[in-house]
């Protein structure tokens, strides 16, 4: 079972930059799709990047297209998540997921319930 910690989380200004970090405890990292999604106040869990096992695909909500890009080190056992020209809506608790089932993850990435494995999140905060 693989354990999932986030950092890098913090109060910056609008049009900053932030880069999340999610480490993870399982060796067999490089086999598990990843995923980040957020969390605002009084709202659901919002998908926001997904990069498949191999590295071969990534996939993004369409607010982040060409602002964020998810990338991840299989030798460090590491997701990314490179946040840049921040907006006040990118606010929010950002948490990373796992999945290590591959059966129709192109169709629904994109789902919470796709995602067994998740970390305690970390806050990004983004003033005007």
């Known amino acids: 079972q693989v354990q999932l910690v986030e950092s890098g989380g913090g109060l910056v200004q609008a049009g900053d930059s932030l880069r999340l970090s999610c480490a993870a405890s399982?060796?067999?990292?490089?086999?598990?799709?990843m995923a980040w999604f957020r969390q605002a106040p009084v709202k659901e869990h919002e998908f926001v990047a997904a990069?498949?096992?191999?590295?071969?695909?990534?996939f993004y909500q369409d607010s982040v297209k060409g602002r964020f890009a998810i990338s991840r080190d299989n030798a460090k056992n590491t997701l990314y998540l490179q946040m840049n020209s921040l907006k006040p809506g990118d606010t929010a608790v950002y948490y990373c997921?796992?999945?290590?089932?591959?059966?129709?993850?192109?169709?629904?990435?994109?789902?919470?319930?796709?995602?067994?494995?998740w970390g305690q999140g970390t806050q990004v905060t983004v003033s005007s």
């Open positions: 399982e060796r067999t990292f490089s086999t598990y799709a």
């Open positions: 997921a796992a999945d290590s089932m591959r059966y129709a993850y192109r169709d629904n990435y994109h789902r919470t319930e796709r995602y067994p494995y």
């Open positions: 990069i498949t096992w191999g590295d071969v695909d990534t």
